[in-house]
């Protein structure tokens, strides 16, 4: 059974940094696709925020580049989100995702809340 397990969230001020990290079990990262961060705002949609592929390309939202980056440690099992320069606006659920051949999971998510 695949499970993805996110942690890193919580309340920072503007201007401030996190990192997320998103543990995969039941399947290696090596095995996907690709592996990615999406954000939930209150009454709005999900919208991807970060995916790195098998190869390690990168593919960032507009409103996160140059502030965030994502990156991967295959031994690990985990993919990680470094957020910086954070802002009121990025205050989110931010989901970790796995795109594989047949299936997608997703994690339950991870809070991030940024004061202004």
């Known amino acids: 059974q695949v499970r993805l397990v996110e942690s890193g969230g919580g309340l920072v001020q503007h201007g401030g940094s996190l990192r997320l990290s998103c543990g995969a079990s039941g399947t290696s990262i090596l095995s996907a696709n690709a592996m990615g961060w999406y954000r939930q705002a209150p009454g709005k949609q999900r919208e991807l925020v970060a995916i790195i592929t098998r190869v390690g390309s990168t593919n960032y939202a507009d409103s996160v580049k140059g502030r965030f980056t994502i990156s991967r440690d295959n031994a690990k099992n985990t993919v990680y989100l470094q957020m910086s320069s954070l802002k009121p606006e990025d205050t989110a659920v931010y989901y970790c995702?796995?795109?594989?051949?047949?299936?997608?999971?997703w994690g339950q998510g991870t809070q991030v809340t940024v004061s202004s």
């Open positions: 995702n796995v795109q594989q051949i047949l299936a997608t999971y």
